[in-house]
Each structure stands twice: as C-alpha cells, then as structure tokens.
C-alpha cells in the first residue's frame, strides 16, 4: 500500500514539475528571474518553443518548496486520478458486458437459481474454498427468498488451487447430469464446512442421486477445462481478480459487500431496464 502510494505521488510529482516547467516558460518575470541566478549544479532546460531557458534545480525547488507547505495537493491530485482511472474501467466493462452478453449471463455451464425467468440477473463469479464466499452465500438465499424477480446466475470461478478446481470440475459434471439439483449441491458444497475438494464433491453429488460412474464420465469432458477457460478471460477482461465478485446489470461488484449492497445494486439495475 505505501509502494503504490509512493509510485502515485512521484507520478503526481512530475506531472507537477511538468506544469511548473510550462508555467515558468510562459512567465517572463519567473524566467529572467531563473536566468539571472543560475545552479552551478544543473543544466539549463529549453522548453520547446520557448525562447527562454529555465533552470532546472530551481523550477525543483520551487515545486518541493509548494509540496512541503500544500501537501494535500498530492492526496487531491489522487483522489482525481483515481476518479477517472474508475470512470475508465467501468466505460470499459460496459463495452465488455455488451460484447459477451451471452458468456456473462446465459453461459450453459452455469447453475441459476432463484428465478429462472427473472426480470434481473445477478451473476457471481465465486469459489468453493473461498471464505467470503462461503459468508455470502447466505445473501444469495436471502435475495433470492425475497425477490421472486431475481435471476441469480453462479459462475464457477475456480482461483484457489488445485482443490478448488477439482471441486469444480464435479460441480459443473453434476449440472450437466443433473441440472435440476445443482441448487441443493452448490448449497450443500459451499455452504458445508471443511474444505471443498473432489472427495468431498462427490460425495454430495451422490448423496443427491447422482450415479458415480456416469459423474467420473461426465467429469472427463473436455467442454468443462473449455468453459473455465471462458470464465478466466471474461474475469480478466472485467478486471475481476477475487472471489466473490458480481455483475449486475451493467457494473460490475467487486467483494463480499452484503445483502444490503446487493440489493441496491439490483434495485438500481430494475430502474435501468
């Protein structure tokens, strides 16, 4: 965190000594003023089309000198930066969200429960090892209890080794086998205690009527590493890193924000339609 805030407030830095260059150019009393008393220590800067020569070390001072009493200047310079780097990716998951509409929310290899014909989807990208998942697991059934229009899509979006991604390979085995049951398995696994591994996967998917060499078979399809394959480059392209992470509607939520967030995402995405 203080890496990164360094790396922001050198950039902010220069971009203000580039400022401070250009101000100082096209201030005649500044630049005689540069020019009459020269750092033994620094060359002379010609500005392009400048007729004036400014001296470095002293535009340096200056900025430095103007930092040291207005430092606040570089955490509003963040905050701006900041601004329009998040305007920027949410332009860019738009185009995203419109581009792979299908993938996003009508992916074949998706669970869906909730609505299946609701006015309003919730996609969530989630791991069955991970934590926040397994906490929010509980904002998808009270969503999904309370909105009889909600569509809530589950993105299978194995992250956490190789546990994880066998899990998951049983997981989209018993949706392709058993479509009509994946709500009771993804409860079961994620919501479980112990860690999700392939055993333990099994185990529910048999517990629900699942035939075990029919599963090991299905687990074999080469449609499923196919569809992870998918699912990562979409994650990527939405600059999603962690689990949970949602779309709704046209953004995209990033973390375990609460039933509370959620729902206002979910109003505000109805409001859209």
Do not use: W
Not at 113 to 120: D, R, T
Not at 224 to 246: Q, R
């Amino acid at each position: 965190m203080k890496k990164a805030l360094l790396l922001g407030t050198t950039g902010i830095a220069v971009a203000l000594a580039m400022l401070a260059f250009g101000f100082v150019a096209g201030n005649p009393q500044i630049a005689k003023a540069g020019t009459a008393q020269p750092a033994q220590t620094a060359e002379p800067v010609q500005m392009a089309g400048a007729d004036t020569k400014i001296d470095r070390a002293e535009v340096e001072g200056i900025i430095r000198d103007y930092l040291l009493k207005n430092p606040e200047v570089l955490l509003e310079v963040q905050d701006a930066l900041e601004a329009k780097q998040k305007e920027e990716q949410r332009i860019a998951h738009l185009g995203v969200i419109k581009n792979a509409k299908d993938q996003i929310f009508n992916s074949a290899f998706d669970g869906v429960v909730g609505n299946p014909n609701g006015k309003v989807t919730i996609v969530e990208f989630y791991d069955y090892n991970c934590g926040f998942c397994k906490r929010a697991i509980e904002d998808m059934r009270a969503l999904t209890k309370t909105d009889p229009d909600l569509r809530f899509v589950l993105k299978e979006f194995p992250i956490l080794g190789p546990d994880s991604q066998k899990a998951s390979v049983v997981s989209m085995a018993f949706h392709l086998m058993m479509p009509e049951k994946y709500g009771e398995f993804h409860n079961a696994l994620l919501g479980g205690q112990g860690r999700a591994t392939e055993a333990a996967a099994i185990k529910i998917a048999l517990s629900l009527g699942a035939d075990e060499a029919t599963l090991r078979e299905k687990m074999k399809d080469p449609s499923i590493p196919e569809a992870f394959s998918k699912t990562y480059d979409l994650a990527n392209k939405l600059s999603i890193t962690g689990t949970p992470s949602y779309v709704v509607g046209n953004e995209v939520v990033f973390g375990a924000l609460g039933q509370d967030v959620l729902a206002e995402k979910i109003e505000a995405a109805k409001a859209a339609l």
